[in-house]
């Protein structure tokens, strides 16, 4: 009803969150917000792709990987018209523009444009590496340098120099040629998906 809905939109300015989650302690603001929480827990994926395998918890998660099949990137940036498939993508990139780094770090004091790049500054810190190979012991604390690293098995070499026309595994490798990439579809590995290079400087590529 139009009351309820009422009630459930001022929860947005009180930040009141009244439901619990019994496994974890996580408050929520709404029950459907809880439910779908519950589903991290229980592993359940109700929402799949009918293009290809993957199922997600959230419908919103489908949505926006379809976009990855239909190449539609409906967020713009009013600055540099670069566009993003997910409006936090374009968020994150605004920061670009106007410098803002709200994110924190209690341990260094070094500040950061998204949460991902404390998150990586953090692991640095705690040494935390969970990205593991299956292949042998080698862990890293970025799952682009455990791409990277996995290359070293498969033998693939996406990144062309133009200069020597050589194949290398990475960005970091052409870098190391003194070549540029002619690849310039493929993200850099200190890169987001979204196109927005990290703030940390991997050191551990193998």
Known sequence: ????????HMIV???EKPYNCEMCGT????????????MVHTGEKPHQC????KAFSKKTNLVAHMRTHTGEKPHQCKIC???????GNLVNHMRIHTGEKPYNCDTCGNSFSTKQHLKRDIMVHTREKPHQCELCAKAFSQKPNLVVHMRTYTGENPHQCTASERHLRSTTELTL?????DSDHLPSESEDTDGTRSEEHTSELH
Do not use: I, V
């Open 177 to 181: 040629d003194g070549c540029k990439s």
């Open 1 to 8: 009803s139009t009351k309820q809905n009422l009630k459930r």
């Open 81 to 87: 018209d670069k566009t993003f498939t997910l409006q």
């Open 13 to 15: 300015h009180t930040g």
């Open 50 to 53: 009918g293009l290809c395998a």
């Open 27 to 38: 408050a929520c603001a709404t029950k459907q917000h809880l439910e779908s929480h519950m």
